[in-house]
């Protein structure tokens, strides 16, 4: 008996410290995004496609492109999601955040229901208007427009909340291996104390 506690102890013991260790990465997931990628892979990929996007005011997103479906079905008050073909972006602008007191750069995304009017002739990109009207008339925009900063706090809440589950299911599993040990540890000095 005292080699099966000593045995289950010794488990017990490296379980939680795999569960320590697992804790921390869940504690500093910022920094790991493999780990955010395990919680919500589709929230990684619109987050991604969101870093792509806001990196030139050409580059826009197509059916093709990862990320492209999650943005479309979180976009919020879009009436007509299954119409869009491409997500572009408007210029950089200097919005104000009255939470913080602080003015930062944003932009808008774009949804148009027709891709035709976002390419020259020779199928490269061009730059968009900021006018609800894309050049060339022939497609149309949807609305509501969607600000970049809004998209990304969406994403970041759904990863934030899964991360704060996940970590709640580590401390509680870790908690019930610890009461396991306490009561193996207890019915042992139970049946030694039955043996004298």
Known sequence: MVNKFKK?????GVIGIILIIFGWFVDESEHFKFLNRL?????????DALDYISLNSRFILLPKNEGFDVLVKSWPDLKDKKSVVVIARSVMYQSFNQNIKKAGNNFQLIAYNDNCALFSHSGDPIVLQTEPEPPGGCGAE????????EARKLFASVIKTRLFFLGSFVFFVGILIDFSLRVLEGRDIFSQKQKL
């Open 8 to 12: 289950a102890k010794f488990y017990f």
């Open 39 to 47: 919680v919500c892979q589709n929230c990684v990929k619109a987050l």
């Open 142 to 149: 949807l609305r509501p427009r969607l600000e970049e900063s």
